[in-house]
DNA sequence: AATTCGTTTAGAACAATTCTAATTCCCGCT
DNA sequence: AGCGGGAATTAGAATTGTTCTAAACGAATT
């Protein structure tokens, strides 16, 4: 696992972006490490409670903010419905099975990138590129969820 | 431009689904054609209301849902925020301009899906994909918006 | 003309998120 | 230690986008 992805990183990060590190933050990140199945802001609300009974919604928003605006963490939509949190930082696609719900990480191979990048015409600028797949997975998929 | 995207095609396919035409369906059809920018549901409201003085937002939306059911329109849902809509059938990307919220449509070489769809390990299987794409368009870029 | 079923409608309800204003917390300074 | 100031958290209200509900409408069918 790349160093970056742990808790250590957080205050490092926040600290970069002239921030605090405070104990709702590290515990928002911790949950979104500790089980990577793309949580929604009320599942992570629900997870977070647990450790920090008196967190309120509003600062698990907060808290979720400041890790996207950090890179932290990925905020992802696929369909209307509340934004998902990922923190995977490799490139990867998302695969959302429509049978279970579930989402599962697709890690991109480098020159996928750049291949998808190239169809832009001239005068288009990339920053990022988020690819989404929708189908079924078969159930022996090893997956994180 | 491909015979399935005028109006008479929307009959068709309304049919085809043991559904009616009505005026609402055509009209909110008929706004998605003619400007495609991919309003929002708010938009294409007060859009068909200048033909449709009386129509409701409620029927607003079931148009578009049944539209997207019929397979004439798309929904898109970049980043939170309101669904957006888009008549274009044509295998594209979204090039979502942060600068100016404009949205542009990418049209994908035959090639590129297969090789998109080709990093899917063993047990995935996709029916549908979608590339997004962020970033800034030069300013000279032709464009439908 | 009565029946039926799909469609439209207004408004209420709902879900997700953001805003507001008050409080609390932490840090550097005296 | 005590104080001032900015950052962070909080509860609850407000907002936004969408869906639901129940009534009314309308076109086709008996």
Redesign the pocket.
């Known amino acids: 696992m790349p160093a970056i992805e742990n808790s250590d990183a957080l205050s490092q990060r926040?600290a970069d972006s002239g921030?605090?590190s405070?104990?709702?933050?590290e515990v928002v990140y911790d949950v979104l490490l500790k089980k990577r199945d793309h949580p929604?802001?009320?599942e992570v609300y629900a997870r977070v409670r647990s450790e920090?009974p008196?967190?309120?919604?509003?600062?698990v928003?907060?808290?979720l903010?400041?890790l996207v605006q950090c890179d932290l963490v990925r905020a992802v939509n696929f369909e209307?419905?509340?934004?998902r949190y990922c923190p995977n930082l490799r490139p990867h696609a998302h695969f959302h099975d429509e049978q279970t719900g579930k989402t599962h990480d697709i890690d991109l191979p480098p020159d996928l990138l750049e291949k998808v990048n190239s169809i832009l015409p001239r005068g288009y600028n990339s920053s990022s590129v988020e690819i989404i797949f929708r189908g079924k997975a078969a159930k022996t998929v090893a997956s994180i969820e």
């Open positions: 926040l921030l605090r405070t104990p709702q933050r929604t802001a009320d920090l008196s967190i309120s919604l509003a600062t928003y907060n808290c903010e400041t209307r419905g509340p934004t």
